[in-house]
């Protein structure tokens, strides 16, 4: 077992971590006041090879594992959860097309990506159904060679602003999970419309939508798999993707870490620093622990990924674990930072409130711990 990196992924790591002091960090809480995607952190993002870099080499993109993906994540996320979620929303819109499309449909659909900056998205989520991912109400009917969608997704990243969103619609509201599909939608489909969700609590710089189609045409080509595999798809894809939640969620532990660190070593209290309190010195080495296991957990779930081994159950324990770390971290750094962490003048605040989202997309903690806990019982 090693557990060193090698040059080309130190590089990568060195490339992320450099791109989030640079690029990110400066203009991370403009944008969250703003409540504002930057575009242009997207084009440096794919000027650089940050963007979409799962996409295979067959249909010319860099081909890169999981594990490589998160060493990203991680870094990216140091530097603002929000920006990072715009780019792992766009893996997430490409991880069912690498699961459930043919080479053709990789390189039709993600080809375009490789050439200039663009994002892609996955509509699960409805306004009535999130939890329960089989139960979705959105309808497709074959016309022809051609699917017929209805229906309104909800909390999609990136949606409207992807090139293209992977939907998942049922065919038969009555036939449970055998009844979905999974449809490739381009954004300039007629009868495609979209509106930006306002007002979130944390990631304000991601766009976050809700999506309605009236009767949006798509060839019957624009299928992935067989009818009856959409939900297996998304489920294949989750359990793929929380492993980058994770990951992100480690970054923002780590900025909670090194930010109390900073600020422990300035602030003084009763005549000398407060890092030199146990009070303030237990809290980071709280901190320390959690990135350290959370880390590995993230790194051992990618690995079994990239080693086409079963993941589901590490990855939905990083998931989970990391973001409820994480969260304990932000908290904690908060408090480190007392009145001053409280308001917008540090960059704590924003990790709490960007944190939170962790414990809920990509399935809730909630759902996370039935994943664990049906893996044990089967
Ligand atoms: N991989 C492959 N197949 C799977 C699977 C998996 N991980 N999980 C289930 N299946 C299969 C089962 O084997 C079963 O197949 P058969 O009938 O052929 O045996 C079928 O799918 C149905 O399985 P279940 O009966 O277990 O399904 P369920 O209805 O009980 O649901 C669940 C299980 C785990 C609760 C699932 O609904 C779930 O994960 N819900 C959460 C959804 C979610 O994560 N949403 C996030 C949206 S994305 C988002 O947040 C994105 C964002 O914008 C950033």
Redesign the pocket.
Known sequence: MDFTLNDEQRQLQQLARDFARKEIIPIAAEYDQKEELPWQVVEKAFEVGLLNPTIPEHAGGLGLGMFDECLIGEELAYGCMGIY?VL??SE?GIAPILIGGTEEQQRRFLGPLTEKAGLA??A??EPNN??????MGTTARLEGDEWVINGTKM?????GLAEFTVVFATTDKQG???ATVALVVPKDAPGFSWNKIKHKMGQRASL?SELVFENVRVPRENQLGGLGDG??I???T??K??IP?AAGSVGIARRALDESVKYAKQREAFGRPIAQFQAIQFKLAEMAMGIETGRLMYQKAAWLVDQGQSH?FESAIAKAYCSEMAFNAANEAIQVHGGYGYVGEYPVEKLLRDVKLNQ?????NE?QR??IS?NLLK
Do not use: C, P, Q
């Not at 909390?155 to 949606?159: A, P, T, V």
């Open positions: 979620t792992m929303a997430l998205a996955f699960l989520s999130g939890s329960d991912a089989a139960a909390w999609i990243s990136n949606g449970g999970h055998k976050t939900f297996k998304a489920m294949k989750l359990d993707t929380r939640v589901g809920i997309y990509e399935g809730t759902i039935v994943v049906r």
